[in-house]
Nanobody, 116 residues
Framework: QVQLAESGGGLVQAGGSLRLSCALS????????VGWFRQAPGKEREFVAS????????SYADSVKGRFTISRNNAKNTVYLQMDSLRPEDTAAYYC?????????WGQGTQVTVSS
């Protein structure tokens, strides 16, 4: 199993920045990729960004390209999501996800609120 713990959410004004962290524990050595997803009230959970654990290949949703940056620190077993130029529509609960073979693990989520 893999355990995920998100942190770094909060309240920020539009145009501001936040950095989310996702700390992995357990069988993190076998993780293929880590991703960030978000879910706003009344909406479905959506993909934000992902990074492969070994090569660092990244992928982004069109809505965050050029504003968000995903990165990893393998030594610290941590994945980061740097969020710049935040908009009110970025307001959501942000979840970390890890793919371990065919199994997907989720963290508890961290709330990001962007005020206009």
């Amino acid at each position: 199993q893999v355990q995920l713990a998100e942190s770094g959410g909060g309240l920020v004004q539009a145009g501001g920045s936040l950095r989310l962290s996702c700390a992995l524990s357990g069988r993190s050595f076998y993780v293929y990729a880590v991703g960030w997803f978000r879910q706003a009230p009344g909406k479905e959970r959506e993909f934000v960004a992902s990074i492969t654990w070994s090569d660092g290949d990244t992928s982004y949703a069109d809505s965050v390209k050029g504003r968000f940056t995903i990165s990893r620190n393998n030594a610290k077993n941590t994945v980061y999501l740097q969020m710049d130029s935040l908009r009110p529509e970025d307001t959501a609960a942000y979840y970390c996800n890890a793919a371990l073979g065919a199994i997907s693990y989720w963290g508890q989520g961290t709330q990001v609120t962007v005020s206009s």
